[in-house]
């Protein structure tokens, strides 16, 4: 092994909050993760490019502890014992009265006693994704754009008349 360490002479590099050889800048590192993936699913998946217009409140949007609800398209915050904090459908924010009709009177979260993993699968297929961590935030606000823009192509798409949609969740 040389002297010297140089990241010149490494072909990958991994990122781990918890081990680290420097210090990160959460705000630009978030915006590169984003842009990275959202990026790529404009250019070679074909998604809206609104997914790379972001402004500075969008950020507000990300916090440790977000759900993903893959079986209805909600992002939940949790309090520790499942009840329901807030809710978001994409990136837009659920009413109390929205929030009662999705969760019931105590906005019960119906997983939360199956939430000790990142992820869990139900018939083969994954019904929720817990973003614990900061480098995961970016996904949570990818997820709740694409979300957005799906509801934003449902609506063009029942405007033109050529397809006929009651809700896609």
Do not use: Q
Request: proline share 2%; aromatic share 14%.
């Amino acid at each position: 092994m040389s002297e010297y360490f140089s990241l010149s002479d490494c072909d990958v590099i991994g990122f781990d909050l918890d081990h680290t050889l420097c210090r990160y800048h959460l705000k630009e590192t978030s915006r590169l993760i984003y842009e990275s993936f959202a990026r790529y699913l404009v250019e070679h998946k074909g998604y809206d490019k609104d997914l790379l217009n972001l402004t500075p409140a969008t950020w507000d949007f990300c916090f440790k502890g977000l759900v993903v609800d893959l079986e209805d398209g909600n992002i939940v915050k949790l309090a520790e014992d499942g009840t329901v904090l807030r809710a978001t459908h994409g990136t837009n924010d659920l009413s109390t009265e929205e929030l009662m009709k999705h969760y019931g009177p105590k906005r019960e979260w119906k997983h939360f006693n199956s939430l000790s993993t990142s992820f869990t699968r139900s018939g083969g297929m994954v019904i929720y994704y817990f973003y614990d961590n900061y480098f995961d935030l970016p996904g949570a606000l990818l997820c709740g754009k694409v979300v957005d823009m799906l509801h934003k192509v449902i609506c063009v798409l029942i405007t033109t008349g050529i397809f006929i949609c009651r809700s896609i969740f």
